[in-house]
């Protein structure tokens, strides 16, 4: 038995101790997937599908409701319909292909993302809920970005068994535990906005949050720049830029916290001294001929798509029939030019033909919906997070543009993670009125059986100062004469 078997047996055991010996179970196993989404290990049994780390929670939580006879609701108009319409699709689209499993593992990372969806919208009931959620996905994003660090200073840390590369072709990267650096600089453009609303945007009870948030932004940007993602890089500054042209036209979204502005200014103007020339480097000529193979292999995959318009060549099959399609380039080998398209558009365009790139465009727009409906919120951690998740799932559409991540499994979880953590505080906000009212219900009961328990006996009512008899009270009221009697 290998080192990564005795990990996972111990950590098991450790987290299910801590699971069943907490007063809310439930809400100790969200915390886990919120922290183990990002770790894309397992025990694979078939082409890629098999149960990742993150499944364990998730299907315990949803285990544990049954057997407590909690309702559990697998169905949600704002974004069921898109991720049933993909799936099925790619159902189709996987019996045509010429290797049908690698299908059924791009089904599975869908499925596995959209549980965690169901997870969070079924099980985030109240704001401590919600809290220790958020700090687990924080506190993930703390652990990687401390990964980041090392590696961009020293190299590998040595977490192979949680997904680390050890022997990465670009050392000089930071890669986290994500293959390559694009998915790690990804991850980086969809928690930081959230971050960033709650950093400047958002008051905490508490000082020393606003610190951790400042600790956590400088940190995040540090390795941002330190995985050398020119694509995210843009994607990240526009989604930036695009908040404060709107952020300033209500008054309820504009900073709370005026300190980190002046701070993040100074650490940005000194970041950027240091490193300016490195900056300019990745776009000038020394990585030009990478920034054109990306248009040759966009070429290829608009030939495909032309090719199978309606079915594609099926998920996960492209790099089987791309070199099919391959027009060569005296600058660039064949297999150079049938690798993976770097466009996820392009991809899903090519794996699952037009019909499936038009569903993927609908679940961005779905998951665009859930969190601009949210912006008429007045709870100022909900706004916060609900425009921290539009940056984010805007950011990552640009990114899109340059990168396959869509077929990342870590990727597709923190997208259903961050809108499923906005839908619970949508669906906290409905439930409002009814606790509300409830809430109001129990104490008048309570005011009213506090005289019987005490055997305090309350005052006869009385009329002119004189008593009135039970018989009098369930009489009739005496009407008086209205006029003189015939």
């Not at 932004?217 to 720049?225: I, Q, S, W």
Request: aromatic share 16%; proline share 6%; glycine share 8%.
């Amino acid at each position: 038995m290998d080192f990564k078997w005795i990990f996972f047996i111990f950590a098991g055991l450790g987290c299910t101790l801590w699971v069943l010996s907490n007063a809310n179970p439930i809400r100790s196993l969200m915390i886990l997937v919120a922290f183990f989404y990002m770790f894309p290990v397992g025990y694979i049994f078939y082409q890629y599908t098999g149960i990742l780390l993150v499944d364990l929670p998730v299907f315990a939580a949803i285990g544990f409701a049954f057997a407590n006879g909690q309702r559990v609701k697998f169905y949600f108009k704002e974004i069921t319909p898109s991720f049933l319409l993909m799936a099925l699709w790619m159902v189709v689209t996987s019996a045509k292909a010429m290797e049908p499993g690698w299908g059924i593992a791009e089904i599975s990372k869908w499925v596995r993302g959209y549980l965690i969806f169901v997870c969070l919208a079924n099980f985030i009931k109240n704001e401590k809920d919600l809290r220790a959620v958020l700090f687990a996905v924080l506190a993930g994003f703390a652990f990687e970005v401390l990964i980041g660090l090392y590696q961009w200073r020293r190299g590998s840390v040595g977490l192979w068994f949680l997904g680390e590369r050890l022997w990465r072709p670009e050392w000089w990267r930071a890669y986290g535990t994500f293959y390559v650096p694009s998915y790690f600089s990804n991850f980086l453009i969809m928690v930081l906005p959230f971050i960033l609303r709650l950093l400047i945007f958002y008051k905490p009870a508490k000082r020393s949050e606003t610190s951790y948030y400042g600790f956590l932004m400088a940190t995040g940007m540090a390795v941002l720049y330190a995985t050398y993602s020119r694509g995210p890089w843009i994607s990240f500054l526009a989604v930036v830029v695009l908040m404060l042209l709107f952020t300033f036209f209500k008054s309820k979204l504009r900073p709370k916290v005026k300190w980190p502005i002046a701070a993040g200014l100074v650490f940005v103007l000194l970041f950027t001294w240091k490193y300016l020339p490195r900056i300019i480097e990745q776009f000038g000529e020394q990585r030009q001929m990478s920034a054109m193979s990306r248009v040759y292999l966009g070429q290829v995959a608009l030939r495909l798509i032309e090719d199978n318009i309606i079915f594609g060549v099926g998920p996960g099959n492209y790099e089987l029939k791309s070199p099919e399609y391959v027009i060569p380039i005296k600058e660039y080998p064949t297999e150079h030019l049938s690798e993976m398209v770097h466009n996820s558009y392009l991809l899903i365009g090519s794996e699952n033909g037009v019909p499936g790139l038009v569903i993927f465009v609908l679940i961005l727009g779905q998951m665009s919906w859930i969190f601009l409906r949210m912006f008429r919120s007045n709870h100022k951690l909900h706004l916060n997070l609900a425009v921290g998740g539009l940056m984010a799932i805007w950011g990552l559409c640009i990114s899109f543009f340059a990168s396959p991540d869509i077929h990342n499994e870590q990727m597709l979880n923190q997208m259903y993670l961050n809108a499923g953590l906005v839908f619970a505080c949508s669906l906290m906000e409905r439930r409002a009125p009814a606790a509300m009212r409830q809430e109001q219900m129990r104490q008048r009961r309570e005011e009213m059986s506090a005289p019987q328990a005490s055997g305090i006996v309350p005052p006869a009512p009385t009329t002119n100062g004189h008593a009135v008899s039970s018989r009098e009270r369930s009489a009739p009221p005496m009407t008086r004469p209205t006029g003189r009697a015939q």
